[in-house]
């Protein structure tokens, strides 16, 4: 399994763009093949922090992510909106290690 959490700053003034936008990118991407999660968190202590959570079943069915149309309108759309450049980091899942235990 192959896990992504992107940290993502927004600027206050598209803060409710940003948000359509981004769960519309969900709504598409929970619906790719190969994924397994997407989720959108919000901090509490910071509105205009988020955190995306993205598991796929392998490297490239995270890569192929980042060809779809879906993926490219979000990016395309949200870029100007942030404070800084989204840092994504890489991981391995440990744990679940079964496909049926991620839905």
């Known amino acids: 399994m192959f896990v992504t959490t992107v940290s993502i700053y927004v600027k206050e003034e598209y803060l409710q763009e940003f948000i359509a936008a981004s769960l519309e990118n969900h709504r598409c991407s929970?619906?790719?093949p190969g994924n397994l999660r997407f989720d959108i968190l919000q901090s509490n202590?910071?509105?205009t922090r988020f955190t995306f959570y993205e598991?796929?079943?392998s490297?490239?069915?995270a890569l192929a992510h980042k060809?779809?149309?879906h993926y490219a309108i979000?990016?395309?759309t949200v870029?100007?909106?942030?404070e800084?450049?989204?840092e994504g980091v890489a991981h391995t899942a440990l744990a679940p290690l079964e496909k049926s235990q991620w839905r």
């Not at 870029?79 to 942030?82: G, Q, R, Y």
Request: without cysteine.
């Open 74 to 76: 979000w990016r395309d």
């Open 59 to 61: 490297k490239e069915s």
């Open 79 to 82: 870029a100007d909106w942030m």
């Open 45 to 47: 202590e910071n509105p």
């Open 67 to 69: 060809e779809t149309p």
């Open 55 to 57: 598991a796929y079943e």
């Open 84 to 86: 800084k450049p989204r």
């Open 30 to 32: 929970v619906q790719e």
